[in-house]
């Protein structure tokens, strides 16, 4: 079998897995995408979807714009543990995440009085618990689930996706003494089981998907979930742009850049701002200045909120009327 029929055979599956009709994925799971009944199509894509704009008219305080940092706190985890494709030196750099660039990050938004949500894999968090404590100290940041080892969950069967991430929001719960109340998906993707997991375990919000700029309500196989999606985006992210490495490489002034117009293009909006960092990637001397510069230039702006996730979830559902019984 070549690699495109493989392709298209998983796909196949993970749609038959969601609901679509044995019989229909058995029957076209041979044809090629543009020979896909209509019924099948609208099946893969309705598994899970954009719903209702939930944007509100403005946020707390009358506030014009919404700031979400949010930073994945992944170290060790994305650095070998999750492929168990273990060695010393790409472990030594995810301990600078916890060692030295946490500690840097936190020390700059508390100068700068800004909350900010920490998502973390549950063994980052278990490896070094005291960065809880780092976070929790301000009080005004909130720690999210962010999978159990960083896993691949579009690999894996329902079963063990929920009892990974059971066990993981156990954990962080055990040490913040806090139960999260976010989920990202450890790598911004949906299984054909995770909606269903998340909604089961009764988070507030989700922050992996990208159908919009603005928070929206989740919709699966066609039915409003009343589950709030804070979407991402790659070009608000710090990974793959600041990977020495990688092919998409970009000199850290210059993502500076990009950020700032997508701000500004945020604030003329009227709507918001997320932005995903690493500690172990925008930790580092010459990338924390980003974030400072960035900081320092949103406040330049009048009618800027700063808030949590959890926080603004709260706040458009409560706009959107999502609360009422």
Wanted: glycine share 8%; net charge negative; proline share 7%.
């Amino acid at each position: 079998m070549n690699a495109s029929r493989s392709v298209l055979l998983l796909s196949c599956l993970i749609f038959a897995a969601s609901g679509v009709p044995d019989a229909l994925a058995q029957d076209e799971s041979t044809l090629e995408p543009w020979d896909w009944s209509e019924e099948f199509v609208r099946s893969a894509v309705n598994q899970v979807r954009a719903g209702r704009d939930l944007n509100p008219p403005s946020w707390p305080g009358g506030a014009k714009v919404a700031v979400l940092l949010s930073f994945d706190v992944d170290n060790e985890t994305v650095q070998g543990l999750r492929t168990g494709e273990v060695s010393i030196g790409p472990l030594s750099q995810g301990q600078y995440g916890s060692r030295v660039a946490l500690p840097r990050v936190t020390r700059l938004l508390e100068k700068e009085d800004v909350p900010a949500t920490f998502f973390f894999p549950a063994w980052s968090l278990k490896l070094v618990p005291e960065q809880a404590d780092l976070i929790q100290a301000p009080g005004i940041h909130e720690i999210g689930v962010h999978g159990w080892i960083h896993e691949l969950n579009t690999a894996l069967d329902g079963e063990t996706e929920a009892r990974l991430l059971r066990q993981a929001t156990d954990s962080i719960e055990e040490i913040t003494g806090v139960r999260p109340v976010g989920y990202r998906a450890p790598s911004w993707n949906h299984s054909p089981n995770t909606l269903r997991i998340i909604r089961e375990m009764g988070f507030l919000y989700e922050s992996s998907l990208m159908a919009d700029d603005r928070p929206y309500e989740l919709v699966q196989d066609g039915e409003p979930t009343g589950l709030v999606e804070l979407p991402v985006e790659w070009i608000l992210d710090d990974a793959p742009l600041f990977n020495p490495r990688g092919n998409r490489y970009m000199n850290p002034r210059d993502v500076l850049q990009v950020w700032i117009d997508e701000f500004d293009r945020a604030f003329e909006e009227g709507t918001m701002f997320l932005l995903t960092m690493h500690p172990h990637v925008i930790g580092h001397r010459s990338r924390i200045v980003v974030l400072e510069e960035l900081i320092k230039h949103i406040k330049t702006k009048e009618g800027v909120w700063f808030g949590t996730h959890a926080e603004a979830a709260h706040w458009v559902r409560e706009q959107a009327g999502m609360d009422q019984p």
